[in-house]
């Protein structure tokens, strides 16, 4: 494994502050969040960012980067959404989220390292498998933690329902991850583009 | 805002637990995430809340500032209680509510695992109440050390979040320039269908995007112009030791695991 270069460790950290500005993006910006069903729900641009790490940074650094961030909220700086912190971000039910964001940047790295230039079809897939990633682990994890440290019986089908609104947005975003970087990889130094095939 | 933003939720003080090494606090709360799970009797979730307390009162940390961290979970706390109120159905009758019988195991099963839940957010989040990122981030690299045998970037790791550290303030100050800068050029995101509102992102995002790398570019350009290595033969500023209330804390944590398996039924 070929060593990591200051490059690569100050574009991870910004990775971790897009992060931090992603899961409270609604704090800046009041008005990103949604009205759904009579409920507002702030947006967060936290899977969208973790998409957008994955394709820039490809699977092994932005998924290091996603490592960072996680441990940056442990470690009590309030990154997390809702300005959060702490390792009982994790623990609480919608923790797996949270860990899942590593999985959205390797696996999305992954499909982006299958082709050397950018192209919005693998750019869209990547960022489509990364969103199954995101619900997957997440709603999993919500499904583990109700049933056993909260000891609720919610079966796996209402742990799916209660999230449909977020997959909603969630996807519009991921979409919309994936024009951005298409677009902006022509426009930045190439040296940015991290991806190699 | 951004001046509170680096210290986290760090609560400045002098008490033992503020001067335990941090490697000593992720350790106990490691296992203490464990062992809340083995507890099952009256005994052994006392042990467990006396342990908590005890600490929450050593740190000397005021009470305004334990019950903020809290905040966003007693909702969650109560919820499961009063689910638990209402479907289990165990035990005697205690008495009815609209119709709903009460049972007696109901409201035990209720307290017990409302407790067990308010016991690790407590105990987990007194280490953010009385460490610094600075210092966490020293520990999570001594105690990952041993994954640098599997070529996982231990160093690289914790300066990573070094930089973030620094990072987070500056970016989170340029996203509110970008923000006034756009509506003072007349962007209007307040109206508008979902498909409208999220495509108002994009002016926000690429100024913070291009500006964000720039800055890591130019620090990336520093680091090697300073001859930056890797973490080959660097020394540290602060170096953690490890002392014997460290030792004496392990010692009783050990007592505390064995009486909550020995008092478990």
């Not at chain 1, 699977?59 to 442990?74: E, F, H, P």
């Not at chain 2, 929450?56 to 638990?84: D, E």
């Not at chain 2, 009815?96 to 695992?113: E, M, R, S, V």
Request: aromatic share 12%.
């Amino acid at each position: 494994m070929k060593g990591l270069r200051p490059i690569d460790l100050t574009f991870g950290a910004v990775f971790v502050c897009l992060m931090a500005i992603g899961a409270n993006i609604a704090v800046w910006f009041p008005m990103l969040a949604i009205p759904i069903g009579g409920a507002s729900i702030p947006l967060s641009l936290q899977t969208f960012f973790a998409i957008l790490a994955g394709l820039m940074l490809g699977k092994k650094l932005g998924s290091i980067s996603m490592i960072t961030y996680i441990l940056v909220g442990i470690a009590g700086v309030p990154v997390f959404a809702e300005m959060s912190a702490g390792p009982m971000a994790l623990i609480s039910p919608t923790g797996g989220f949270i860990i899942s964001f590593i999985f959205i940047a390797f696996f999305v790295g992954v499909i982006a390292e299958l082709s050397s230039k950018p192209s919005i079809q693998i750019y869209s897939i990547a960022a489509i498998v990364g969103l199954i990633a995101n619900y997957g682990i997440g709603v999993s994890y919500m499904y583990l933690a109700m049933n056993t440290w909260l000891e609720l019986d919610i079966s796996y089908l209402i742990a799916w329902s209660g999230m449909i609104p977020f997959l909603i947005k969630d996807t519009a975003l991921a979409c919309l991850a994936a024009i951005f970087m298409v677009n902006i990889a022509k426009r930045v130094p190439s040296k940015w583009m991290m991806v190699k095939a | 805002m951004s001046s509170s933003l680096i210290i986290g939720q760090y609560v400045p003080g002098n008490s033992i637990v503020h001067r335990l090494d941090p490697r000593t606090k992720i350790t106990v709360i490691f296992f203490f995430v464990f062992i809340v799970f083995f507890a099952n009797s009256v005994l052994s979730y006392t042990t467990l809340t006396v342990f908590a307390l005890v600490t929450v009162i050593i740190t000397k940390i005021p009470i305004r500032f334990i019950m903020k961290g809290l905040t966003p979970v007693w909702f969650l706390i109560i919820f499961t209680f009063i689910l638990h109120l209402i479907v289990t159905k165990e035990g005697t009758v205690l008495f009815d509510i609209f119709g709903f019988n009460i049972y007696t195991g109901a409201l035990i099963q209720g307290f017990a695992i409302s407790m067990r839940f308010f016991l690790l957010i407590l105990v987990t989040s007194l280490l953010t109440l009385t460490t610094t990122p600075i210092e966490i981030t020293d520990a999570i690299e001594e105690m990952l050390h041993p994954l640098k045998k599997i070529k996982f970037p231990v160093h690289e790791l914790a300066l990573m979040m070094s930089i973030s550290l620094r990072f987070i303030p500056t970016l989170l100050q340029e996203t509110e320039k970008i923000s006034r800068a756009q509506a003072s050029r007349g962007v209007d995101f307040k109206t508008g269908p979902l498909k409208e509102r999220i495509k108002a992102v994009v002016p926000l995002l690429v100024p913070l995007f291009v500006s964000a790398f720039k800055r890591a570019e130019e620090l990336a350009m520093a680091m090697e112009a300073r001859g930056y290595q890797g973490g080959e033969g660097r020394t540290k500023l602060r170096e953690l030791k490890i002392e014997k209330i460290d030792i004496a804390v392990y010692i009783l944590f050990t007592l505390v695991i064995a009486i909550v398996l020995y008092t478990r039924s």
